[in-house]
């Protein structure tokens, strides 16, 4: 057995990879010699479990964001790591102003209420009252492919547009303190884990919005919890800190959107995700530079 994948992959191009056994379990219950390739969907990759793999030479993850698998470990071992980036970035920027649209018009709580037969007055007395996108002001947390893909959407919208980065735009506080939505879009990193903390919360006036389809560990989630909780603002969270389990005191709130990570959940852009992922690997087969290497 050369490849070993956790889960099966939509679209043609998976069947053009050879012999790919299909794990029943992972991590695996015993060692597997002889599995040089390793396709990973939503898989921790460390180094116990590298531990089970001992003729592993690749790490071909599934997806942009690679933070279940320990790049040094795998480093330490000879063992190359590829993720697909650049496919998805439509697609994740496309949710995130779904979320914005769905927290700044009420979108989830209009739609219980038609179904729960609670409309009982006219459109011009309403008992839901959303928020303009135009003129209000979207505060971006990175500033990378998503990120861009994103402000064109939200300046089409007509929304102000504003943003953070490590190596410019907005100082976070300040961004913080001055939007009506924020939007998350960095790696989940030793530097980005906990950054939107219960003190950076605070700053963000009442009525704003926090979207999230980056990482739920970026945000110190049982703060985010107690502000939602509070009602003083609204949230639209694709990811959590300890996925699948989303924190209990979020399922009844009004004033969250939850999906279940669903960024890349498209048709299209899964099945780009499955070529650029197949294109790692048959160039790994083949001895050639691998296209999508991650190098940190």
């Known amino acids: 057995m050369k490849i070993a994948a956790t889960q099966e ?18 991590p695996p219950t015993e060692p597997l010699p002889g599995v040089e390739v390793l ?4 898989a921790r990759v460390g180094a116990e479990e590298l531990g089970l793999l001992p003729d592993l030479r690749l790490v071909a993850n599934y997806g942009v964001g690679y933070d279940s698998v320990d ?31 769905a927290c700044r ?12 037969a609670r409309w009982r007055r006219g459109w011009a007395r309403p008992e839901l009252l959303g928020r303009d996108l ?10 990378g492919r998503i990120g861009s893909e994103v402000a064109r959407r939200a300046e089409a919208f ?4 504003i943003h953070h980065r490590r190596s410019g735009g907005v100082p976070l506080d300040e961004l913080l303190a001055a939007v009506d939505v924020v939007s998350l879009h960095v790696p989940l990193t030793a530097e980005t884990h906990g950054l939107v903390s219960r003190e950076r919360l605070a700053l963000l006036r009442e009525g704003a919005t926090l ?62 995700m499955t070529r650029a992922l197949v294109d790692n690997v048959l160039a790994f087969l083949r001895g050639e530079p691998l296209p999508n290497e991650v190098s940190a």
């Open 211 to 272: 979207v999230n389809t980056a990482r739920g560990a970026i945000v110190d989630e049982d703060a985010l919890v107690d502000e939602l909780v509070s009602g003083r603002i609204s949230a639209g969270l694709d990811v959590f800190a300890d996925e699948p389990y989303v924190p209990e005191r979020l399922l009844g709130l009004p004033n969250v959107v939850l999906t279940p990570h669903v960024g890349s959940a498209t048709v299209e852009t899964r099945a780009a």
């Open 39 to 42: 396709v990973a969907v939503v």
């Open 71 to 101: 790049v040094a470990a795998c480093r330490k071992r000879g063992i190359a790591v590829t993720n697909t980036p650049g496919v998805l970035d439509a697609a994740v920027a496309d949710l995130t102003l779904a979320l914005v649209l």
């Open 158 to 161: 007509g929304m102000r547009v």
């Open 105 to 116: 018009r009420q979108l989830v709580a209009a739609d219980r209420f038609v179904r729960e």
């Open 9 to 26: 992959l939509p679209g043609p191009a998976w069947g053009e990879l050879p012999d790919v056994a299909l794990l029943q379990t992972w």
């Open 134 to 143: 135009a003129g209000s002001t979207l505060g971006l947390v990175g500033m």
